[in-house]
Each structure stands twice: as C-alpha cells, then as structure tokens.
C-alpha cells in the first residue's frame, strides 16, 4: 500500500502554471464545432449595426463571433438564461475557449440577443446549407408537429374587456385624487412626488388602453365565424395578460390552464434536421401548416412534395390548400382516429360516407340519400349541401336510432370541401401513406422532447413575441448543429 496521500501542495500558489485556452478543450469537442461554423459565418449583417472605424471613439463591443458562440455553446450546454451564461463565461473552463476567462455581463447578452433578430435567422440558414453540404436533407416528406411553450407570464394578471375597464375606473379615480392634491399643495418637494405618482398612473392608463385595442383585434379575429351569439360569448372570455399581451391562455397537459405560445417544427426525416419553425400567440396549427410547407422550400434548395402531420392539421381547408397547389398532405381526419381507438363505442354506430362520384351520401344500413339542397357558408367561406331521401329513410328499421327529427328523416350536412379532406385520408391509409406516416411520432415529435426532457426546458425567460421568436430561433441552431454533429461524427464537411 501507499505510504502517503497525493495531495496539493499548499505552499504552491500556482503562480508559474500557464494556460493555453485554445488547447483546454479536445479537437472533436463540440465547442470546437460551434467555434468552427462561426468563424465560417457571414456577419457582415452583424456589423452594419455598429459604429466602428477609424476616428471613432468610445468603448469598444463585443466580437460578433464570441457573443454568438457563447450564446450557441450555452443553449447547446442547456443553459439559457443570461444570468447563468454570464456566471458560465468566468466560471466554467470550457467557455473560456471562447471567453479566454473573461466576463461577459448579462445585460450585453441580452443586448445582443433583442438586437439581432433578422441577423440570428441568417445563421439559422446556415445550418441548412451545412446540413445539405454534409448530405443530411433528403426531401423525402416535411413532417410537421406543434407543441406549446410557457410564458413568463402569470395566468393569475388575464383581464377581459370588462376587467380592463374595471382596471381603468380605478386609476381614474387615483389620478382625480392626486389632481385634488396637486392644486391644494405648493411648489415643494411633496407636490414634485406627487407629479412622478401622477405620471405613473397616466401610463397605466396608456397601458390599459393599447391592451384594449390588442384584445378587441384578438377577439375580431376570433370571432370570424362565429354566430351572433357567440360572439359576445367571445367578448365575455377572451383575454389579455397585463404582463405579456402576446401570450393566450390555454389548456395545459395536466387539464389546467397557463399563458402559452405555440411552436409548430417542419423537420426533415433523414437526420432530424428542422427546415422551417413558426411561433405564434395562439393554438392555430391548420393555418400554419401551409405557409410553413413553402417558407421550408424557401429555405432550401430542394423541394418538399409532401406534408406528413398528426389529425390536428388535417382540415378541410389545408386539404384544399395542398391539392390546390399540387402538394401531398398525408394525417389522418379526427373523425377517423376516434373510430379507431374507440372501436367499441363505433363498431355498430350508424356510419354516412359521401361519394363524390354519384354527388350522395351513402349510409351503412345501405341507403343512398341522393337529394340535396345547397346553400352557401359566407361562415366558413364554402359551399354546404344538404343530403336526404325520405322513402330510402320510410323504410329503414334503424331509423329512431338514426335521428331524433320529427319529419321521420335524416338530414346530412356536407362541406364541398369534403371530397377534398376525404382524399388525403385515402392517402393516409395507402400502403406508401402508412410507410411515411410511421416516421412521424420519431422525426416530428424528437424535437419537442430533447427541448424538454433532455435540456429541462419549461418556461420561456422573456415577454413579448419578438423575444420569444428570437429564442425560439436559437433552439433551431442548436438543435441542427447538435444534429449535425451527431450524424456526421465529427466528419463534417465545411465547404
């Protein structure tokens, strides 16, 4: 056995111990990797928004290139408030390959971040373009998956319309008070503590009114099709949160309710890579599957023939879209996934199939209803048929469990889109559809999961959807970079 312990020694201050920041941290490090595709990123963008040259003066900022790797090294690290980066730069050895263990405060974090928003995307950009280089795109199908983010916001400071107004009678009345006081009081120090409180209370009620307009165009837009008497259902619910005007309330997964922001991914599936990404205030899936379908060919330089997507997607009207402009849409309808996994409660349930062929409905008792009536839905901007046969319905021994109508017949409703809706699902359950549908919950669901489980993410740090857009698309970055890193195993062609 030993004689002794191995310990430091204490009389050595570690004066004479020199270190090589570059050489601290191994060649395939991924640090290495970031550091390497920001030396190979075009800032020029970046720089246009300083002043820097000769016979300029003042303090000078940040290298570009250090702030973005230390904020990609960060995120990739699962660190992302700026705080915690700030600590990371001085604090941890493999940030001083970037840092040369220098602090870089919070609030110049930050800074960048919120100033660099058009630029931030052009590096996301160069993740594709690295990405098809290293042969990592394979156009195959984009698959798509929506998911929600939390807001740093409390669900607890959503008012309505009429909480606004409730708010805003109550800094009247604060105001009208400080104005009595101010004509009683003199030119002193009171009456100037008087002004800043009555300067507050103006702002307010500034505040009170833009969320005002903000909830009125919310609900505007909410309200489209809806009947006259939802609509002021609309103005009774719907609300803004004082602290974030952009994030809207939503149904959690634990059936509670929290501010959100939904982020919906089009990835593609031969190594993971995501190609386009959309955040927006509200759950709005449908409408976003198209434009975010052309914004990804828009970002690369092939082309994407076909959407794959869960049955949230799965419209009539994305159904119209896609055929329309000559695209695939491969999700399956809602109605066919509650069949499916309430086969029980479907199996002897009367069923109605419209055929587009023969322009009938045809039911599962083996009557047609071939006669119709149209009318058009200026709710829904489509035309509506109404289907029904009164003799087939006479004679049909199912006919009180068919409907409850005193005129003894069954009356369908069907939207000219249907036919449309009814072809992707066709597509959905084709052998091919179901090859490709397979891949889904892997490649549109990884995503979500690592962002979540594997990097502890929760809650977003900053208000506002710019900001949140803005980290959104660093997630992106790192979300590819870590791909490609992964994929490749450090054999990553640069150029």
Not at 204 to 211: N, P, R, T, V
Not at 255 to 261: E, K, V
Request: one cysteine or more.
């Amino acid at each position: 056995m030993a004689r002794y312990f191995d310990e430091p020694d204490e009389n050595d201050d570690g004066a004479f111990i020199s270190i090589r920041f570059n050489d601290i941290i191994p060649q395939h490090h991924p640090a290495q990797y970031i550091k390497r595709f920001i030396s190979l990123v075009d800032i020029s963008e970046f720089e246009k928004k300083y002043k820097i040259g000769a016979g300029k003066v003042g303090r000078p900022p940040k290298s570009i290139r250090l702030m973005l790797g230390v904020i990609l090294y960060a995120i990739y690290s699962r660190i992302y408030s700026a705080h915690k980066i700030d600590t990371a730069t001085y604090t941890y050895s493999d940030f001083w390959f970037f840092t040369h263990k220098k602090r870089i405060s919070h609030d110049k974090i930050s800074k960048f971040i919120i100033k660099h928003e058009k630029e931030i995307m052009n590096i996301f950009l160069e993740t594709i373009v690295l990405a098809e280089k290293n042969n990592l795109l394979n156009f195959e199908a984009l698959f798509q998956d929506g998911f929600f983010m939390k807001a740093n916001a409390s669900k607890e400071k959503n008012r309505t319309l009429k909480g606004l107004e409730k708010r805003k009678e109550k800094f009247h009345e604060i105001l009208e008070e400080l104005l009595s006081k101010l004509k009683d009081e003199e030119l002193t120090e009171n009456q100037e503590k008087l002004n800043l409180k009555k300067m507050k209370v103006e702002k307010e009620i500034e505040k009170i009114d833009h969320l005002k307009e903000v909830l009125n165009n919310r609900i505007k837009a909410y309200s489209q099709k809806d009947c006259p008497s939802e609509i002021e259902d609309r103005k009774k619910k719907t609300c803004v949160n004082l602290t974030d005007k952009d994030a809207e309330l939503g149904r959690n997964k634990n059936h509670g309710f929290d501010n959100m922001y939904t982020k919906v991914t089009a990835i593609d599936s031969e190594a993971d890579i995501l190609v386009a990404s959309h955040v927006s205030g509200h759950n709005d899936e449908p409408h976003i599957m198209f434009p975010l379908m052309k914004k990804a060919n828009v970002n690369c330089s092939g082309e994407y023939t076909k959407g794959v997507a869960d049955a949230g997607f799965n419209t009539k009207g994305t159904s119209v879209q896609f055929e329309a402009h000559g695209w695939e849409l491969i999700a399956p309808t809602k109605q066919h996934e509650n069949e499916t996994r309430n086969k029980d409660k479907y199996r002897n349930a009367i069923k109605f199939e419209y055929d587009e062929l023969a322009h009938c409905v045809n039911c599962s008792e083996g009557k047609s209803l071939d006669q119709f009536e149209k009318y058009y839905d200026s709710r829904h901007g489509t035309m509506m048929y109404t289907f029904f046969n009164k003799k087939a319905c006479a004679g049909c021994k199912r006919i009180d469990e068919c409907t409850r109508s005193k005129k003894g017949f069954k009356k369908i409703k069907i939207d000219s889109r249907t036919s449309s809706q009814q072809r992707v699902l066709n597509q959905y359950l084709s052998e091919s559809g179901k090859k490709i549908y397979k891949k889904r919950s892997h490649v549109a669901e990884t995503f979500q999961g690592d962002l979540k489980k594997n990097g502890n993410f929760h809650q977003l740090l900053r208000r506002s959807i710019d900001k949140v857009r803005i980290d959104s698309q660093f997630h992106d970055i790192v979300w590819n970079l870590r791909r490609i890193f992964n994929s490749t195993k450090g054999r990553i062609v640069w150029s």
